[in-house]
């Protein structure tokens, strides 16, 4: 785990989809680095974007922005977030705060390539 308290690690799936994925807090002293990466993937050409978050115990509004941010910066070029394997705490946040509305949930990466047709 990095000294901050996030690891971010990015691999590519079949058709070069990037997932990212997180272990630890997302959270207002976290979210920089996420933002860096997604911003990053994105300034690439990425613009289907898997996060898995299956290992992330919290995550604050500050985390929920840099998402929220993400998911703007890709609709511009009809792109899309999906965020895999919420922990229970994790998914009540995304529907309490309505974001289940703007990103694709998915219990597994599987179920997020085969909607994106990969």
């Known amino acids: 785990m990095g000294q901050d308290g996030l690891d971010i690690n990015v691999t590519r799936e079949s058709g070069g989809i990037p997932v990212i994925k997180l272990e630890g807090e997302v959270d207002i002293y976290t979210c920089p680095q996420l933002k860096d990466t997604i911003l990053r993937l994105i300034d ?64 597994d990466k599987e179920g997020a390539l085969t909607a994106l047709g990969r």
């Open 44 to 107: 690439e050409g990425n613009y289907h974007i898997i996060i898995d978050m299956e290992r992330v115990p919290y995550i604050d509004s500050a985390g929920l922005g840099v998402l929220v941010g993400a998911r703007r910066r890709v609709g511009e070029h009809d792109g899309s977030i999906s965020i895999v394997n919420p922990n229970p705490s994790v998914f009540k946040v995304l529907e309490i705060t309505r974001l289940t509305k703007i990103f694709d949930v998915y219990q």
